[in-house]
């Protein structure tokens, strides 16, 4: 095979409309450019969104040294409305973290070569969220410290925890979940770390990071293991993305309340959840490309796939919305009937329609592509899905619960500051770990980049090849 | 005694002729995945997955055996006559400790395939080799007896080898 040239022309192939990667690079000059976040100082937007977060992360504290003090009751919840914040919040959060593993495992499985400069952003971002997610579970417990009563410990009590609970499973999916997201993070970033610690000026910064590499030196045999266990991670991880979600699911559909109690609702949520997180990969990869100076290797390729994805899972969404509405009224339950009627015309419907909006009408944007490579449409709907999804778990969640069985028991609810503390603490806990692991791991996946640079190099010249043969034929 | 080629094509194909030649003791440094690379070298097959088999039935299996002993015969909860032998509720606790183990089992296992971690070893004594996560693609031949590092230089400066050096230092 002919080699490749240095500069090569991308290909106008009819299928790639835009190129995964901008320009050609050197695997010097990929090192150089892919680690400049992380060689650079941070500038006054760093810090003062560091700042903003940090304040964030102040009225955060506040909130839950409150919750812990006074109890729950700081909160808005009530009896009906037992679950509200807590839940809708740890909802949101476990959902977010699953588009970070679908882009990584999934589309890794699918061979689907532009996840490669993105999925490092993606990770990142399960890998807080999940930990978000973890939090509110335990704050909800009231008393936090007693955390460990749910795992199987030989207590002096002599008993064991029920394990046909959901509860149960909950904890073992979101505590395997963060595991396998961890582990699948650090060893794709192990090869990252190495480059990082060889192209350090400081012999201080060379130092932590060939402790963080665990002195990888990229030796054939090395490679030869990761590569099996990167992908077999990858396998394992794809099952989670459909299990966790279902499993959360589970703490609603198998309980009795109208509204709750259905059979759509693991599908409903596992789509809903990598809806949501492709909304936030969307949010923080728009800004950081720019500001991180990516755009070479994230570009409208990586934004028009995510637009795309964001779409189908949108669609998914919407289909499950109306089959709910459309199965309450063909059960001719009462109970049913009445509660989703509660949830279109009742107290809380202008954040019925408000989801709806968000999540059924904004994601048609879309199907324009114009819209999908216009920055601003695409980080707006972004936005406004993420809104849209943590109303609509308001709406399964809190709305379902102020209207149970019984009328007498019926009762409003309205969230307290402690209840808006946590939540958008917990969203500036997020936006502070997340720009500090942007500033110490390198933000894309290094040497993923440059195998991808090396397979489109090799494409091409492959495509010069053809074409050289077919225009020799054409001229005899 | 370790040497630098310009493309990841020519290390491949020196790695493959040095095997041919007789050399052992090789391996290969490149920032990314080299296609063809562990064949070029004779690697046997990775056990990586038979680790995550084994890790992956080790959870499913105590995960069962736990849970059907604590809530079926250590403390049964009798709740409305339901039987306490119900292993289908077991299920998600038996797919999550699978999955959790079987993780571990992938990680630890490649790590130590790979026997990292490693602080210290011989190729790290050379400044030039740091461009080996970065740009340069490496072989290393360790010379022995009749294989001295001579003859080792000139056989991979035939090859392509755009820079040779000998490293010492203690294997492992």
């Known amino acids: 095979m002919a080699r490749p040239a240095p500069s090569a022309p991308i290909p106008g192939e009819p299928l790639v409309e835009l190129p995964l990667l901008e320009g050609r690079h050197t695997d010097a000059e990929l090192t150089h450019s892919l680690l400049y976040p992380v060689d650079r100082r941070g500038g006054r937007a760093f810090w003062a969104l560091v700042l903003l977060a940090l304040a964030g992360v102040g009225y955060f504290l506040v909130s839950v040294v409150v919750t812990v003090l006074v109890g729950i009751g700081a909160w808005g919840n009530n009896i009906p409305v037992a679950w509200a914040f807590g839940i809708i919040n740890f909802v949101w959060w476990i959902g977010i973290g699953h588009a970070g593993t679908l882009i990584s495992a999934i589309l890794l499985l699918l061979q689907q070569k532009w996840r490669s400069s993105i999925n490092r952003?993606?990770?990142?971002?399960?890998?807080?969220?999940?930990?978000?997610?973890?939090?509110?579970?335990?704050?909800?417990?009231?008393?936090?410290?007693?955390?460990?009563?749910?795992?199987?410990?030989?207590?002096?009590?002599r008993t064991w925890p029920q394990f046909r609970s959901a509860l149960t499973w909950d904890m073992a999916a979101i505590t395997t979940y963060f595991t396998v997201s961890f582990l699948?993070?650090?060893?794709?970033?192990?090869?990252?770390?190495?480059?990082?610690?060889?192209?350090?000026?400081?012999?201080?910064?060379?130092?932590?990071?060939?402790?963080?590499?665990?002195?990888?030196?990229?030796?054939?045999?090395?490679?030869?293991?990761?590569?099996?266990?990167?992908?077999?991670?990858?396998?394992?991880?794809?099952?989670?993305?459909?299990?966790?979600?279902?499993?959360?699911?589970?703490?609603?559909?198998?309980?009795?309340?109208?509204?709750?109690?259905?059979?759509?609702?693991?599908?409903?949520?596992?789509?809903?959840?990598?809806?949501?997180?492709?909304?936030?990969?969307?949010?923080?990869?728009l800004p950081a490309r720019r500001v991180l100076r990516l755009t070479h290797v994230?570009?409208?390729?990586?934004?028009?796939?995510?637009c795309r994805l964001l779409l189908v899972t949108?669609?998914?969404?919407?289909?499950?919305?109306?089959?709910?509405?459309?199965?309450?009224?063909?059960?001719?339950?009462?109970?049913?009937?009445?509660?989703?009627h509660t949830f279109r015309t009742g107290p809380f419907a202008?954040?019925?329609?408000?989801?709806?909006?968000?999540?059924?009408?904004?994601?048609?944007?879309?199907?324009?592509?114009?819209?999908?490579?216009?920055?601003?449409?695409?980080?707006?709907?972004?936005?406004?899905?993420?809104?849209?999804?943590?109303?609509?778990?308001?709406?399964?969640?809190?709305?379902?619960?102020?209207?149970?069985?019984?009328?007498?028991?019926?009762?409003?609810?309205?969230?307290?500051?402690?209840?808006?503390?946590l939540l958008s603490g917990s969203i500036s806990l997020f936006l502070l770990l997340f720009l500090v692991t942007v500033k110490v791991?390198?933000?894309?996946?290094?040497?993923?980049?440059?195998?991808?640079?090396?397979?489109?190099?090799?494409?091409?010249?492959f495509l010069r090849e053809v074409e050289a043969t077919r225009g020799g034929g054409g001229a005899r | 005694m370790i040497g630098e080629?310009?493309?990841?094509?020519?290390?491949?194909?020196?790695t493959r002729t040095m095997r041919e030649r007789g050399f052992t003791h090789m391996d290969t440094y490149s920032p990314y995945p080299l296609h063809g690379?562990?064949?070029?070298?004779?690697?046997?097959?990775?056990?990586?997955?038979?680790?995550?088999?084994?890790?992956?039935?080790t959870g499913v299996a105590t995960a069962f055996t736990f849970q059907t002993w604590m809530n079926t015969i250590d403390y049964p909860l009798n709740v409305g006559g339901r039987p306490t032998f119900s292993w289908p509720m077991w299920v998600p606790i038996m797919f999550e400790l699978g999955v959790l183990l079987a993780a571990f089992s992938i990680f630890f296992g490649l790590l130590g395939l790979s026997r990292l971690p490693q602080p210290y070893h011989p190729v790290f004594e050379s400044e030039a080799f740091r461009s080996a996560s970065t740009h340069g693609y490496w072989l290393s031949v360790e010379a022995k007896g009749e294989q001295s590092s001579e003859r080792i230089s000139q056989e991979l400066g035939a090859l392509g080898a755009t820079h040779t050096e000998v490293v010492k230092g203690e294997r492992e």
Not at chain 1, 333 to 339: A, H, K, P, W
């Open chain 1, 121 to 157: 952003i993606a990770e990142t971002m399960t890998l807080f969220a999940v930990m978000m997610a973890a939090m509110f579970p335990l704050l909800h417990l009231g008393r936090p410290w007693f955390f460990y009563w749910l795992a199987p410990y030989p207590s002096t009590t």
């Open chain 1, 184 to 285: 699948f993070w650090y060893l794709g970033l192990l090869p990252d770390l190495a480059s990082a610690r060889d192209a350090a000026r400081s012999p201080r910064k060379r130092w932590w990071y060939g402790l963080a590499c665990l002195g990888w030196r990229g030796s054939a045999r090395h490679w030869y293991h990761w590569r099996v266990g990167y992908l077999l991670l990858a396998g394992l991880a794809t099952p989670l993305v459909v299990s966790v979600h279902t499993l959360v699911s589970f703490d609603f559909a198998i309980s009795q309340l109208p509204g709750w109690h259905s059979t759509i609702f693991p599908p409903y949520f596992v789509a809903g959840a990598i809806f949501s997180g492709l909304a936030m990969v969307l949010t923080l990869l």
């Open chain 1, 298 to 306: 994230v570009t409208m390729a990586h934004v028009d796939a995510l």
């Open chain 1, 314 to 340: 949108g669609s998914i969404v919407a289909y499950a919305y109306l089959h709910e509405h459309f199965i309450a009224w063909y059960s001719a339950s009462t109970f049913e009937r009445s509660i989703y």
């Open chain 1, 350 to 421: 202008p954040i019925f329609w408000l989801t709806v909006f968000c999540n059924v009408l904004v994601p048609q944007l879309f199907w324009s592509r114009r819209l999908r490579r216009n920055l601003v449409v695409v980080w707006v709907a972004a936005l406004l899905v993420n809104v849209g999804m943590w109303s609509e778990r308001f709406v399964i969640i809190a709305v379902s619960l102020t209207r149970t069985q019984l009328p007498s028991a019926w009762a409003g609810y309205s969230p307290t500051w402690v209840d808006w503390g």
């Open chain 1, 441 to 461: 791991v390198p933000p894309v996946p290094i040497s993923e980049t440059k195998e991808l640079q090396r397979q489109v190099d090799e494409a091409e010249a």
């Open chain 2, 5 to 14: 080629f310009s493309t990841p094509h020519a290390l491949v194909d020196a």
């Open chain 2, 37 to 57: 690379g562990s064949e070029a070298l004779g690697l046997p097959r990775s056990k990586v997955p038979l680790l995550a088999l084994i890790g992956g039935l």
